[in-house]
């Protein structure tokens, strides 16, 4: 079986451009998260999803925007990139929400440099 | 806010030595998580802990959760070269129903022959 499948695996952008990730979580899984791991650091919770609809947003400027499609596949979207959002973006996959979203499965990851 | 706090940042272990990692957390809690990152490489689950008391061993690893006092330990036994890794603890916050992982800095695990 498949498993969290994240493109594209590496990524350069110029300041000011705008980038566009793509995840596509385990078959069965409706409930997709975005993080974003600065080097050297723990992820940081972006987004979350479930059933096409956001169910969490963590504390990040309104660059950062995010779909679900209705097979459950995500996008993020960020724009008028800044040197500062160099990072390795995550996307986690897990089956449920709430009380019955127990356990993420992460993708290899996106590593977004700008420059 | 959620606070997690990881220590020690960085351990340099012998092999066939036992280490402890500690994780500290904030605010209440139903669940923690830990993961292994290698260099360069995404988040490998190694343990989900649901309750209070929660024991769970893989290998060499055991991990346990003290909802009370708000502490998750990741023993490591007899260390070996491979267990070098990064290692984090997530802990599950669960604002209604928007869950979302708040993780500590990691811990750096170096095994030394």
């Known amino acids: 079986d498949a498993g969290v499948t994240q493109s594209p695996t590496h990524l350069i952008k110029t300041r000011g451009q705008q980038v566009t990730l793509r995840c596509s979580p385990i078959?069965?899984?409706?409930?997709v998260s975005w993080y974003q791991q600065v080097l050297g650091q723990g992820p940081q919770f972006i987004f979350q999803?479930?059933?096409?609809?956001?169910?969490g947003r963590g504390n990040f400027p309104d660059r950062f925007s995010a779909r679900q499609f209705p097979n459950y596949s995500s996008e993020l979207n960020v724009n008028a990139l800044l040197l500062g959002d160099s990072a390795l973006y995550l996307c986690?996959?897990?089956f449920g929400t709430g009380q019955f979203q127990v356990g993420y499965t992460f993708g290899s990851g996106t590593r977004l440099t700008v420059v | 806010e959620l606070k997690v706090e990881q220590n020690p940042l960085f351990l340099s272990m012998q092999e066939g030595k036992n280490y402890t990692i500690y994780c500290n957390y904030s605010?209440?809690?139903?669940?923690l998580y830990w993961y292994r990152q290698d260099p360069g490489k995404s988040l490998e689950s190694l343990f989900v802990?649901?309750?209070n008391g929660a024991v769970k061993q893989e290998g060499r690893l055991m991990a346990s959760l003290d909802t009370k006092a708000r502490l998750s330990t990741l023993h490591i036994t007899a260390a070996v070269h491979d267990l070098s890794a990064t290692y984090f603890c997530?802990?599950?916050?669960?604002?209604?129903?928007?869950?979302?992982?708040?993780w500590g800095l990691g811990t750096s695990l170096g095994v030394n022959p």
């Open positions: 986690a996959s897990s």
């Open positions: 078959s069965g899984h409706k409930s």
């Open positions: 999803y479930y059933e096409k609809e956001e169910r």
């Open positions: 605010t209440t809690s139903d669940r």
């Open positions: 802990l649901l309750s």
């Open positions: 997530a802990v599950d916050m669960s604002p209604g129903n928007n869950r979302k992982l708040i």
